[in-house]
């Protein structure tokens, strides 16, 4: 008899009582239902283990839908992120349940010009009240003017500080579940936004230095940063995963860790060794440039010898993340925290360390002509 070429399809009738582990083991299976299976199976079987870093990336407007509070932060709780990459909109909208203020489902057909005139907005199928808006850029502004705001930083600094103000705001006003950016503040996730001046956030940072503040968010402190996330995740014998949901500028400021460490910093790196993705982006529009397992190997984004564990799951991240977190966090045992917020400068020194050492590494004739020769391997000439 030849070789059965995977597990045989053999359905059965759904109980009333089915798990969602059974659901998605047993009857997810085939097309892009089979690779949510996959993910979750990966997720919980090879990345949310000990020795694994796990990067993950937000775009789309996921936190107004409530999933920071719901999805995200009870993996954070459980030990399954270690540090994030996020639009500074879906923490900006996220810190609404922070402040204890309501979001409501609408519906996607209502009368947007009606609405505005009664001083509501809409987020697709959810809404909400404009002084929502208003009050949170308040407290945002209110906030930004004390003392520690008040110099240059990265955003993982200025996110970890907004968590804290926030989390006491939770306190004061009795908030049950904390959002996102309290959440990372207790457990030492940091969080980056890579394009920090498009959200409404950023909006408010731009009014306050019309007024001389002293807050600049500086993105060359978040490269650097990340960077040495990512390198020292291979720490004895460590390993590095990206988890991406959605995609824009999230995805490849996660995704570039790698190329910053081999192409520019000239180190050694072999690139992520796990990489899942939810998405409903198409490679052939340019949707996806440079973020399908396969074209990321070819920028050094990810290992090449990890491609055919490598997932992408084309679906909605607003239906994939609810049916992975509690895949997740009925399967897998809580992890250590690995708190990468407080370790910032020790990674980035080791990081720097390397770098200037490759960097100073004599000049080599090689055919008559000068080369530099990366710890990498790769002669530049010069």
């Known amino acids: 008899m030849s070789k059965k070429p995977g597990k045989k399809i053999a359905p059965i009738p759904m109980s009333a009582d089915i798990s ?50 719901s999805a995200l932060a009870p993996l954070i709780r459980h030990g399954c992120i270690d540090w994030m990459i996020s639009t500074g909109a879906n923490l900006y909208h996220d810190m609404h349940y922070g402040l204890g203020f309501e979001l409501f489902a609408g519906s996607p057909f209502l009368d947007d010009v009606k609405l505005r005139e009664e001083g509501t907005i809409r987020i697709y199928d959810i809404i909400f009240g404009y002084d929502v808006l208003l009050e949170t850029d308040a407290f945002i502004r209110k906030i930004l003017q004390a003392e520690p705001f008040q110099k240059r930083m990265g955003t993982a600094e200025f996110h970890y500080l907004l968590g804290k103000y926030v989390r006491e705001v939770e306190k004061q006003l009795g908030v049950q579940h904390s959002c996102l950016l309290a959440t990372a503040y207790e457990y030492g996730v940091p969080i980056y936004t ?19 503040s002293k807050l600049v968010l500086d993105p060359a402190i978040d490269v650097n940063e990340t960077a040495a996330i990512a390198y020292a995740a291979r720490e004895t014998d460590g390993k590095s995963a990206a988890v991406i949901l959605g995609g824009g500028s999230p995805k490849n400021f996660l995704l570039q860790t790698q190329p910053q460490i081999h192409e520019v910093l000239g180190l050694e790196e072999r690139g992520h060794d796990f990489f899942v ?61 690995k708190r990468l917020y407080d370790r910032r400068g020790e990674l980035l020194d080791t990081l720097q360390k390397d770098y200037l050492a490759a960097k100073d590494k004599p000049v080599v004739k090689e055919g008559g002509e ?11 000439k010069r």
């Open 20 to 69: 969602v582990v059974d659901l998605i083991n047993n009857y997810f299976t085939a097309y892009n239902s089979a690779r949510l299976r996959e993910a979750c199976q990966l997720l919980t079987q090879d990345i949310f283990q000990p020795g694994v870093t796990v990067g993950v990336s937000l775009s789309g407007a996921l936190t107004p839908a409530g999933f920071g509070v």
């Open 194 to 212: 890579s394009s920090p001046g498009d959200s409404s956030i950023g909006m408010n940072v731009a009014a306050l230095a019309l007024e001389g």
């Open 277 to 337: 993705q939810f998405t409903d982006a198409r490679p052939d529009t340019g949707g996806l440039s440079g973020a399908t397992p396969a074209e990321a190997v070819s920028w050094g984004k990810i290992d090449p010898d990890e491609l055919p564990s490598a997932i992408v799951c084309y679906t909605d991240s607003t239906i994939a993340l609810p049916l992975v977190t509690a895949y997740v966090l009925n399967q897998c045992e809580s992890r250590p925290l």
């Open 370 to 380: 000068e080369v530099a020769t990366y710890p990498c391997g790769t002669p530049v």
